[in-house]
Every structure is written in structure tokens, then in C-alpha cells.
């Protein structure tokens, strides 16, 4: 945990210096918000989205990433910073197993995070681009969200807040 805090205190010094005018509308909402909590995030840039809202967040955040992404080398890396592979059919894995296996655990995972109360980022597009535009949403989250509920018998107490982000 001290490295994750470490890292995200020299994210925030970037991310400040990196844009200049920086804006953010309803942060002590933001902030107030605890887990068990889905944001629910548009991706308009790759790489910034999740840095951005992880750095506004006071509690630790996991993050649901695209499958492709994970090999030998950096699913050690992204466990231990509670990123979370999500697996479309047209995404290939290092792992021996179908992108519906995989999911299954995926799910289960997310399950397991928000049953002890955490926060998961998602961006329920599915994709990025950078354009100024909604795009239609998956359905991921609800997904997450309900099967969470259904495996607590509905006391979750289980928050989305959609989060709005332009960069």
C-alpha cells in the first residue's frame, strides 16, 4: 500500500503540472462517496482516464482493464495496483482459457473487491477514443453491480457514480 500511495502522490504532481487548467465539478461529492462504489467513467484518452479519477479518489481504486494487455510480465505489476482483466471475444490472452472463463472470474473478482467494501473503476463504453462524444454503454457494470448485490442478498449497499471526464 505504501507504494501504491507513493505513486499516486507523484501521479497527482504530474497530472497538475501536465494540465494546466485542471476542473473538477462536484469533488467533495466525490470524495464523500465510500465503497462499496463503482465510478462509472467515459474514456475518452487511454492511458490519463484512470490516473485522473484514481488521483481525486482518497480510498484505493481497482480498475477494470482490457485482457489484452496481461502476459506473464505485467499481471504481476497490475495485481498487485488492483487492475482487473476484462476479456472481449476479439481479445487474446496468454492464459489457456476462454474470454468466458476468464470473465467469470473476472466477475467474481470484482465480487470479492466490492464485498470488502472497495471502489472499481469502469468505463462502460468499452473503449476509448478521443472524441467529445458518449458512445453506447456495455453492460458490464450492471452486470458487476447486480450480480455483487445478488451474491449479498441485495445489502450490499452498493453506489455507481457515473462520472463525467473530458481531457
Not at 487474446?92 to 465480487?111: G, H, I, W
Not at 473503476?121 to 455483487?148: C, D, H, Q, V
Request: glycine share 6%; aromatic share 12%.
Amino acid at each position: 500500500m505504501l507504494f501504491y500511495s507513493l505513486l499516486k502522490f507523484v501521479f497527482t504532481v504530474t497530472l497538475r503540472l501536465f494540465f494546466r487548467r485542471f476542473q473538477v465539478h462536484g469533488l467533495e461529492k466525490l470524495r464523500k462517496t465510500k465503497g462499496p462504489l463503482i465510478l462509472a467513467v467515459n474514456h475518452p484518452n487511454t492511458f490519463m482516464d484512470p490516473l485522473i479519477v484514481a488521483t481525486l479518489m482518497p480510498q484505493r481504486v481497482a480498475f477494470i482493464a482490457n485482457g489484452g494487455i496481461f502476459n506473464r510480465l505485467t499481471r504481476p505489476i497490475f495485481k498487485y495496483f488492483h487492475v482487473i482483466p476484462v476479456y472481449r471475444k476479439k481479445d487474446s490472452s496468454d492464459v489457456p482459457l476462454s474470454p468466458a472463463e476468464l470473465n467469470k472470474m473476472t466477475f467474481q473478482r470484482c465480487y470479492d473487491y466490492l464485498k470488502a467494501k472497495g471502489t472499481i473503476l469502469i468505463f462502460p463504453e468499452g473503449t476509448s477514443e478521443i472524441e467529445r462524444r458518449l458512445r453506447e454503454l456495455k453492460t458490464g457494470t450492471a452486470r458487476i453491480a447486480l450480480g455483487a448485490e445478488y451474491e449479498n442478498d441485495f445489502q450490499l449497499g452498493l453506489q455507481i457514480l457515473p462520472i463525467g471526464h473530458w481531457s
